[in-house]
């Protein structure tokens, strides 16, 4: 069964504008990490938070961990059109094994 | 600087076929991975590995076996290939210490017909 699910399913936003994705989970974690996926392509990681912490920032990219509600969110301030993906949060509740979500997909007009 | 390399990029099989996916990492990475995505299914694991000869079944393994006879090698095998297999096979590799990061291969899409 997945772990991770993702809301929304679909975003679609002017370029310049913040994209907020969330992503809920059901079991206890060691640390959450998202990825991005062009079109047909592989995933690319992003970030990763640890259980312990409770922001991360990378770039244009801030993350937040609420292990109380078991939940994250992904932001991307001043979106891109390159920006447009799938993407994809995944937890490791166990050393070594990811489990992901259905993911949120992006897209960010001109 | 392809890290993770899957050798097709498109197959095209018949119902009964054997079809091997391979995937070659160069990063020196113990853990390999093979995922199977669908829509709206997400990413699920079907097999995984954490050293040479070493194999563990993931969320999925019915119908697939996999191979790891070197490090940087990891072979997914559809004994018999079915309708029901068709989708986009996506490998990956990471270290065995610390955060599981995950490194992928471009995917390789079968369709079975």
């Known amino acids: 069964s997945q772990q991770g699910e993702e809301d929304p399913q679909a975003l679609s936003i002017q370029e310049g504008e913040n994209a907020t994705m969330n992503c809920s989970y059901k079991?206890?974690?060691?640390?959450l990490q998202w990825y991005r996926q062009n079109s047909g392509r592989g995933l690319v990681h992003l970030i990763l938070?640890?259980?312990?912490?409770r922001e991360k920032h990378s770039g244009r990219l801030r993350v937040t961990l609420d292990t109380s509600k078991k939940s994250s969110s992904l932001l991307i301030t001043a979106s891109r059109a390159a920006d447009t993906a799938s993407y994809f949060c995944?937890?490791?509740?166990?050393?070594?094994?990811?489990?992901f979500g259905d993911g949120t997909t992006l897209t960010v007009k001109p | 600087d392809v890290k993770v390399t899957q050798s097709s990029r498109y197959l095209v099989k018949r119902t009964g076929e054997k079809v091997f996916l391979e995937c070659v990492q160069d990063?020196?990475?113990?853990?390999m991975f093979w995922y199977r995505q669908d829509p709206g299914l997400g990413l699920r694991l079907i097999y995984f590995s954490y050293d040479v000869k070493m194999k563990e079944k993931g969320d999925i393994p019915e119908g697939y076996s996999v191979s790891r006879e070197k490090k940087e090698r990891f072979s997914l095998i559809l004994e018999s290939a079915s309708t029901n297999q068709t989708s986009m096979y996506l490998c990956a590799s990471s270290e065995r210490s610390g955060a599981n990061v995950l490194t992928f291969g471009a995917g390789s899409r079968l369709t079975v017909l």
């Open positions: 995944a937890t490791d509740e166990h050393a070594g094994k990811s489990t």
């Open positions: 938070i640890r259980s312990n912490e």
């Open positions: 990063m020196d990475h113990e853990n």
């Open positions: 079991t206890s974690i060691n640390n």
